[in-house]
């Protein structure tokens, strides 16, 4: 009975040139799809400028619930004192004064 003798080397060739073979092919296949591909757009990572909002303090007149009873300009302090002095004896619930801070609206 012969023995049959494998030549490991010839099937290293014959493989690697398959390899070879589909490798080419499968570039070729990819560089179509590529140039096909349109590229994807990037979203914007900067953030939005927030818009400039200006505000304006007067101060405020608070009942013990924080409900605002008067509200004066900044420079009427002492008018927001009296009232508050003059609401606390009235109704015997304390008033106070307390800054505020309104939004100005620009025409």
Do not use: C
């Amino acid at each position: 009975m012969a023995r049959k003798v494998v030549n490991r080397k010839e099937l290293r060739a014959e493989a690697e040139a398959a390899e070879k073979t589909t490798k080419k092919k499968a570039k070729k296949a990819t560089k179509k799809a590529v140039a096909k591909k349109a590229p994807a757009k990037r979203k914007s990572r900067a953030k939005a400028a927030p818009a400039e909002v200006r505000l304006k303090a007067f101060w405020g007149v608070f009942n013990q619930s924080l409900k605002r009873v008067a509200l004066y300009e900044y420079s009427q302090r002492r008018q927001a004192d009296k009232k508050a002095k003059d609401l606390t004896d009235k109704h015997g619930s304390p008033h106070f004064v307390q800054p505020v801070k309104e939004v100005i609206e620009e025409e």
